[in-house]
């Protein structure tokens, strides 16, 4: 019973950074009608974000240290960072230790910048051409973005820690009734899993509360007689592909903590969340959150021993089956709409 | 009228030339003196670095790089010599290999076996390399082993550590410096025992391909020996990123011990994650739950960060050893480079001089006098004591570092500390050990 609590408790946790993800895909896809392979990049673009604010953090002033040796046997060069010197040592720490959250702050505008540019500097040029070729030139332009961070940061890992008042772990098992120990779970991830969900509904809110949603939505749904009642759809369709690029972002930042950003963490989100969206139904956000949360719980069940037993790698397929399971039950998604993508 | 100057038999004439000219280098290569594939002609030799140049290996294959550059460097009579200085074999002077300058190609492997393959056979076919040394997978040098032997080039494998490269995958034109799974679980497992106790039960989350599989079995094999119990061994795909749905299970299982057969991004993630789901502040069966990392290097260490601390591994040699070897090559590549070498740098950097030694002491390119030449070559002088290249099956015998994460740093390259130098006697095998069994070296294959 612990195993199960447990493993529902992480495949909501491993759900929400699909559900994050494929929620800014299918927002552009809605909105715009492009299929952005690109949009793995930005989840990376958007761990990175936290990376750099760490980088601009810790940088040092370098003094000599005569008394210590470096590994030539030169006197050591000591590395201070100047945040320390300016705000005396402790609060200098945690100024530096507190530098995946303020990175969220970092990303917004940093995130809005590069969406906007990506959107009006080249996706914009490709609304005319077939779907074939938006893969190739979104896919393209996530290989230049990774080879351009790998440029800058190598492709080793970086750590990039989580503040140490979020070090521990939450013990669900005393409050459900367990031994103390038997349900434990880290707080960082639990905090992901609220911040995605805060996420997901200030989204909702947005495109449901506010006038300019309400156009957006209107523009999803039928995009020429919105342009015939004198609204520049296009302008607020650009604003969505910028909102998507900083909720990819802000899921990269947040998740820094939990996998070590590298180069490649974009790919390997990516073709996840197509898989997100196929389930859910292309253009349906609230179908992206549902398959997200979903196969996020069904990837962890089949992770369990138990399953593994009867079902040897299981684990490993369990998404693409019941991606395969549901295109035949339901071939337009769990939630898709008729005419979407099938014109 | 027609005014081209075309004719028939104009055509046919320069025809005739053009497919002579074509043909004439494969007559000479194809029917002439060659004795063996890419025999070096001129005043140079050239020598094919296969490295991963891109992928998430991109930056171990860097390091790589910078020591073949670096031993190449040295074989010509440039820098400081390096270890040319405490090798105790004095065949090599400085004046190249042979009498012949030293050349070089890279390759990019990406670490994928088919790209591996290619760059290789580029490699030997387009450049006429008569070596490859690199890589830092087991599955790419199990695969550019293959393809070596078969062109009739030699291959000095770089980082592999997987125990069929020289198991059931051996073959006679390859070599690995490297040390292999079985002596990691050999050095580890006493250590292990005396840290933590004899009873002790064991959780292993392992890479599902050829060197996560020989880890895990070296590993389990050589704590049970100890009186540890596996309780069980759970295969994760390569690049899972996210491990939590592995780690989770663990929490619960009975077992006081996480063995994570993991290497590079896969290792940084498992390492990370566990250390974030409390494992590590986890008291199981009255016991303080530990975390292993049978194989560390550098680059890892580096990326792991704090969640490595007081976490045991071995390597196959590193930078802090106290040794004439270690310290010219430290210092001659620190110089260069600014940074402490990595173990697969000294083992790529080490299986250069080896090669080049072996032919000057052959006094021939020929891959299968190179193959005599190494066969059962004892030397010293090269950063890890005294070493023996096993003619039965061409994989090499010295001390292995067991490591720990250090608990407090004082700089970047200060992450790791040598917990002890486990001599070569204890993990030494016979070449028909079971899990070294059912390979078979063949003969040695010049090509051409």
Same mark, same amino acid.
């Given at each position: 019973?612990?195993?199960?609590? @447990? ?45 750099? @604010? ?6 040092? %002033? ?79 332009? %996530? ?201 | ?86 090798? =105790? ?162 929490? =619960? ?69 106290? =040794? ?115 390979? =078979? ?8």
């Amino acid at each position: 019973m612990d195993q199960i609590i @447990l493993q529902f408790i992480n495949g909501l946790d491993k759900g929400s950074a699909y559900a994050l993800i494929a929620l800014g895909l299918t927002l552009i896809f809605g909105t715009l009608g492009v299929v952005n392979f690109a949009h793995g990049a930005l989840f990376m673009l958007g761990a990175f974000c936290a990376v750099t @604010l760490q980088r601009i953090f810790t940088l040092s %002033a370098e003094t000599i240290d005569p008394t210590q040796k470096d590994f030539l046997g030169n006197p050591l060069v000591v590395k201070t960072p100047y945040v320390e010197l300016w705000f005396g040592p402790d609060m200098g720490a945690s100024v530096i230790h507190w530098s995946v959250p303020l990175a969220i702050l970092f990303a917004i505008p940093i995130m809005l910048v590069i969406g906007y540019a990506m959107e009006r500097g080249l996706i914009k040029h490709f609304y005319k051409r077939p779907h074939a070729d938006q893969i190739l030139v979104t896919f393209g332009l %996530a290989i230049v973005l990774q080879e351009i961070i790998k440029q800058f940061f190598g492709a080793n890992p970086i750590p990039t820690s989580a503040p140490p008042v979020f070090a521990g772990s939450f013990d669900f098992g005393v409050l459900l009734g367990f031994d103390a120990n038997t349900i434990i779970y880290p707080y960082w991830r639990m905090i992901y899993f609220l911040f995605s969900t805060v996420i997901i509904a200030a989204v909702f809110a947005f495109l449901r509360f506010t006038t300019f949603g309400m156009v957006v939505r209107a523009g999803m749904a039928d995009r020429e007689t919105v342009g015939l009642l004198g609204i520049d759809i296009d302008k607020r369709f650009t604003i969505m592909f910028a909102l998507a690029a900083v909720v990819a972002g802000l899921a990269g930042v947040m998740y820094a903590p939990i996998n070590s950003p590298n180069y490649h963490m974009g790919m390997d989100f990516l073709v996840l969340s197509f898989v997100v969206v196929v389930v859910g139904g292309m253009g349906s956000l609230p179908g992206a959150i549902l398959a997200g949360y979903l196969l996020g719980v069904l990837e962890s069940f089949a992770s369990m021993n138990a399953v593994k037993e009867i079902l040897p790698g299981i684990d490993q397929i369990v998404l693409y089956l019941t991606a395969i399971i549901i295109l035949l039950v339901r071939p337009r998604g769990l939630m898709g709409k008729r005419g979407v993508m099938e014109d | 009228m027609s005014t081209s100057n075309f004719t028939r038999r104009g055509v046919l004439k320069t025809g005739a030339i053009a497919g002579a000219g074509v043909a004439l280098p494969t007559i000479f290569t194809a029917g002439s003196a060659s004795a063996f594939t890419n025999e070096p002609t001129g005043s140079t030799v050239k020598l094919g670095f296969n490295v991963p140049q891109s992928g998430p290996y991109a930056d171990e294959g860097l390091d790589e790089l910078r020591a073949q550059k670096l031993a190449v460097e040295h074989l010509n009579g440039g820098g400081d010599g390096g270890m040319l200085s405490t090798f =105790n074999s004095k065949v090599l002077d400085g004046t190249g290999i042979l009498g012949k300058k030293v050349e070089f190609v890279t390759g990019d492997t990406q670490t994928k076996s088919d790209a591996a393959r290619a760059s290789a056979k580029s490699m030997i076919e387009k450049d006429g390399v008569v070596m490859i040394n690199g890589g830092s997978s087991s599955g790419v040098a199990i695969a550019v082993q293959g393809l070596c032997q078969e062109a009739g080039v030699i291959f000095m494998a770089g980082l592999t550590h997987s125990n069929d490269t020289t198991g059931k995958d051996k073959k006679a034109n390859g070599f690995r410096h490297f040390f292999n799974a079985y002596m990691s679980g050999a050095a580890l497992a006493p250590v292990l025992a005396k840290a933590y106790g004899t009873d002790r039960k064991a959780y292993h989350l392992t890479a599902d391909y050829t060197w996560g599989w020989t880890q895990e079995e070296s590993i389990a094999s050589a704590t049970e020996a100890v009186g540890w119990q596996t309780v069980k061994k759970v295969r994760t795909p390569v690049g899972a990123g996210d491990f939590s749905s592995y780690i989770t299970p663990v929490l =619960n299982s009975g077992a006081d011990v996480l063995i994570l057969n993991h290497y590079g991004r896969d290792m940084i993630n498992s390492i990370t994650q566990a250390v974030q789901f409390g494992l590590r502040d986890k008291m199981v069966n009255g016991k303080q739950f530990e975390i292993v990392v049978p194989l560390y290097s550098e680059l890892m260490a580096e990326g792991a960060g704090e969640a490595i601390k007081g976490v045991y591994g071995s390597m196959n040699w590193n930078w802090q050893l106290d =040794n004439p070897g270690t310290k010219a090559f430290v210092k001659s590549f620190g110089e260069k480079y600014g940074r402490p070498p990595s173990n697969s740098a000294q083992t790529c950097y080490v299986q250069t001089l080896l090669y080049a030694d072996a032919v000057q002491r052959a006094g021939s390119f020929n891959p299968c006098a190179v193959v005599e030449a190494l066969e059962g070559f004892e030397f010293d002088g090269m950063g890890n004591g005294p070493t023996l290249y096993r003619a039965a099956d061409h994989q090499c015998f010295k001390d292995v570092l067991v490591m720990k994460g250090k608990e407090n740093p004082t700089n970047q390259f200060d992450i790791l500390e040598i917990v002890e130098l486990t001599p070569r006697a204890q993990v030494e095998y016979a070449p028909d050990h079971p899990m070294f069994a059912g390979g =078979n070296l063949g003969k040695c294959n010049p090509g051409a």
